[in-house]
């Protein structure tokens, strides 16, 4: 059984724009598409979106809202956001994240045991001190 991704939202970003990946990532996406839910991203990426358009630190061709919908008519599944893992997300072990949203996507993948992509240099710590399961994208 394929172990699901959660894309954080750089990785979200990029795979919506058809942006290069690295070889693992693509790799890693090309095994878990043919599985039903084996893809999914965080609804704090829709905040996220929502936070980077409002700044104009990224322009969409759509709005935040439609971009999302978007995201999950492609196929990517919404993950759970349950308030047990916003709870957990205050509790992450050894934590030096500090971006409420990287928190949450952490205890996200920690609790429904997702492998997380990203490039974010903070949580590719965390997962490398063992915390998490990280696929560099």
Do not use: K
Request: charged share 20%.
């Amino acid at each position: 059984m394929i172990r699901p991704i959660l894309l954080d939202t750089c990785a979200a970003i990029w795979i919506s724009q058809g942006d290069d990946l690295s070889a693992p990532a693509d790799n890693a996406l090309i095994e878990a598409d043919s599985t039903p839910g084996a893809i999914l991203v965080s609804p704090i990426t829709a905040w996220e979106i929502g936070i980077l358009v409002a700044r104009r630190r990224i322009a969409l061709s759509r709005d935040p809202t439609a971009w999302f919908h978007a995201l999950i008519g492609a196929g990517i599944e919404l993950a759970p956001m349950p308030p047990e893992i916003l709870v957990a997300s205050s509790f992450l072990p050894d934590s030096a994240l500090r971006d409420p949203a990287d928190r949450i996507l952490a205890a996200t993948a920690r609790a429904m045991n997702y492998r997380l992509m990203t490039r974010d240099g903070p949580l590719l710590d965390y997962a490398a001190a063992g915390h998490l399961a990280a696929i560099r994208c």
